[in-house]
């Protein structure tokens, strides 16, 4: 059920040591394109990273990007601004959720690395300067089931009008 879905999707940091097949990232990505954008431009597109040496690469950024060490796929999203000047961001992000869920959805592990703040990670993909890098999400087979992380109540962020 949908909701199930939505509950049971966790960060994966550690990933068994297995290939994910080309058709499943392909699957995703099929099923990630249909998040919503605003005027519906989709500034996005993605470029998968499966080379280890990139991966590893891409992994000694920042601490927050280890997962990427061990992980055998990264998907990187990528939005161009002058498609979308105000909400290229929202965009990105939304798409970059949808992705990770989809993923989720197909017996995959990920977890979201935040990029936004190093620009040598667009330098190492060569992305060009009129594109930005939204996200990385590490992907792979999970090798590991966290429990589900403390959240917020309902009362402390619901309110009514
Ligand atoms: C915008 C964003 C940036 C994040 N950046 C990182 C990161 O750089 N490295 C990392 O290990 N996790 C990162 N995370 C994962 C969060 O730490 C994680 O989603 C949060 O702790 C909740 O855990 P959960 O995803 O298992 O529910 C990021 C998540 C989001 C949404």
């Not at 040496?53 to 000694?60: Q, V």
């Amino acid at each position: 059920m949908a909701v199930d879905l939505l509950l049971s999707r966790r960060s994966i940091r550690v990933f068994q040591d297995r290939d994910v097949p080309e058709d499943l990232v392909r699957r995703a990505v099929e099923i990630a394109r249909h998040a919503p954008s605003s005027r519906n431009r989709q500034p996005w597109r993605v470029i998968a990273v499966k080379d280890r040496r990139i991966l590893k690469e891409l992994a000694g950024v920042t601490p927050g990007a280890r997962p990427l060490a061990s992980a055998p796929l990264a998907l990187c999203v990528v939005v161009r601004p002058e498609v979308s000047p105000t909400t290229y961001l929202l965009d990105g992000a939304i798409f970059t959720t949808y992705l990770w869920l989809a993923l989720h959805a197909l017996g995959l592990g990920a977890v979201w690395i935040n990029t936004l703040r190093w620009p040598r990670y667009s330098e190492i993909l060569t992305i060009p300067p009129d594109e930005v890098l939204v996200a990385a999400l590490a992907v792979g087979y999970p090798a590991e089931h966290p429990p589900p992380r403390p959240r917020k109540s309902v009362e402390e962020i619901l309110t009514w009008l």
